[in-house]
């Protein structure tokens, strides 16, 4: 796996509390990876280890195959949780401050900062305080302030607190659109959906430990653990006769609309799901056979509570 | 670096002097600090306008000393005859000032001396009271001599060294041209800089420990020390605030001077007050700083400035 950034067994104790515990991960290139993990768990700590805010205990992080140095947090693009903004500074002026400051010429600055304020629509805050806005257009100034000078990591503290669903769907694509422009997103988040829409791979952090990492995709698939559900009209009878032997019913079945029965059922191996649909397709009339796949909220949850 | 910590002091700079306390602390505190200076002096001396009357119960022999105070516009004597009971005066003199007693042995005791008073004490009056019966017993205890032409005597006798001429060595052999130096001058200039450097130093030192405050509390600070090193972030903030000071400090110097050399005489002559009164007063009232401040006032003493020099 070509990694952008690698974390070798991560420790770090504050007075009297341990915020992380042995903790490895890896994020590959051109990745969008999710941090997870309830409050408490050890996030913020973490990113504040890859940022070179804090310097960790024991462990060691790798930035682009060396181990990170202070000059390596000009190519990280960072994003704290509460508003990292200057309040009584004007928007527009205070982009341009954080822009120069990572580097970009004035004029460099100015023209780049007018598209993006222009595409996130707030342009017509250029000149306004950063008191007068509210949460959600300050987020995306502080958004915009992170990523203006294109750097090749960028780390989101919960990037989708604070957004309404529209706000919150701009933000993902612009995400994707920074994904595809080939930078590496990290985000801790809450919002369950977002990633599953966005995110490629995930670490879940529990109680200072990474109870869970891996991609997205393989992770929900294991957790599913081949359940179905199956829409069909029949008899009971004949449902049954058909799949004994290679699957096991799970609850009652229930009537829906339509005059048709669901029924769970799992299916103990991958081999034989062809043979179930043909079987049923002979016994029943077959409306629909669809896997359940957990949602990231149920498998977050199994997770932190160890029923996994 | 340079530049991270020039958009620093930019920025610093930038955001203390659009702000309109800036303004109002600018030209208040140097009309706030001569206030607080001249007022104490101004109102003495308005305190004083009114004259005062004591009335004298001199029990000296033949009441020489109560027949020898004259009255002014401070203060104004009524002597009473010879055998007033005290007792009786206090009753009877209620609306005066107050009342003065003389001891009968004044002459060998300087000390017995009071004053009742029937309102609030005034430095003036007893000044005016200490002063005339000072020379009333200097006088009468010369007589006791018996010397022709003392007045002659003591008055050449009388040598008072006023001014010691200070010059700064220019360690030339042949040249006796040297500089003038005014010690009251070095010493209060001394005095005052070292009061206003502990005025910028907590001050200005406060509000660099007051940005860093904000700065955390509204997680500025992660984003500053993710974009330059914590030296060039406070770097960035002492130049900034530093060049707020000295802008503020350049504007002080400005209307303080202004004030002094034109503004306060024309304020004192609306309000009927003479500034050398205000300078005899504030340096006779023991203050010293308030005597050299009292010299401030005096316009002349600004030419003198430029005789003097730090060494």
Known sequence: MDSILKIEHVSKTYTGHKALDDVSMEIPRGSIYGLLGPNGAGKTTLIRVVNHMTIPDCGKVWFEGHEITAEDIYQIGYMPEERGLYKKMKVGEQAVFFARMRGMGRQQAVRKLHEWFDRLGLIDWWDKKVEDLSKGMAQKVQFITTVVHEPKLLIFDEPFSGFDPINADLLKQEILGLRDRGATVIFSTHNMESVEEICDDITLINKSHNILSGSVEEIRRKAGGNTFQVLYSGTHEDFCAAVTGKANLIGQSEGVIGGYTQQKIHIASDDDVRAVIGSLNDSVNLRSFQEIIPSMNDIFIRAVNGTL | ?311
């Open chain 2, 1 to 311: 670096m340079n530049n991270k910590i020039g958009l620093i002091v930019e920025r610093e700079f930038a955001e203390r002097v659009r702000k309109k306390s800036f303004i109002v602390s600018t030209l208040l505190t140097p009309l706030f600090m001569i206030a607080m200076m001249v007022l104490p002096s101004v109102m003495m001396l308005k305190g004083n306008s009114d004259t005062k009357n004591v009335v004298v119960i001199d029990n000296s022999p033949e009441q020489f000393v109560g027949k020898q105070l004259t009255s002014g516009k401070t203060v104004a004597f009524n002597l009473l005859p010879e055998g007033e009971t005290l007792g009786k005066a206090r009753m009877e003199h209620k609306s005066e000032y107050g009342i003065l007693v003389i001891g009968n042995d004044i002459l060998d005791n300087p000390q017995n001396l009071q004053l009742i008073l029937n309102d609030a004490s005034s430095m003036s009056v007893e000044e005016n009271i200490q002063s005339q019966i000072q020379g009333i017993l200097r006088t009468e205890r010369l007589k006791r001599y018996d010397l022709e032409n003392m007045d002659q005597i003591l008055a050449d006798a009388n040598v008072r060294v006023n001014s010691l001429q200070t010059l700064k060595n220019n360690e030339q052999e042949d040249d006796d041209n040297m500089e003038r130096t005014s010690t009251a001058a070095s010493w209060g200039l001394g005095l005052i800089l070292g009061m206003l450097l502990y005025f910028i130093l907590i001050v200005y030192g406060q509000q660099v420990l007051q940005s860093v405050i904000d700065e955390k509390q509204t997680r500025v600070l992660d984003v500053m020390v993710t974009s330059c090193t914590p030296f060039e972030l406070m770097m960035g903030k002492i130049l900034g605030i530093a060049v707020v000071a000295a802008l503020q400090i350049v504007i002080w110097a400005v209307l303080i001077i202004g004030a002094s050399a034109f503004v306060m005489p024309l304020v004192a002559g609306k309000l009927g007050v003479d500034t050398a009164a205000i300078a005899a007063t504030a340096a006779s009232s023991g203050s010293e700083l308030a005597g050299i401040v009292g010299k401030f006032t005096d316009v002349s003493f600004l030419a003198s400035w430029n005789c003097c020099s730090i060494s």
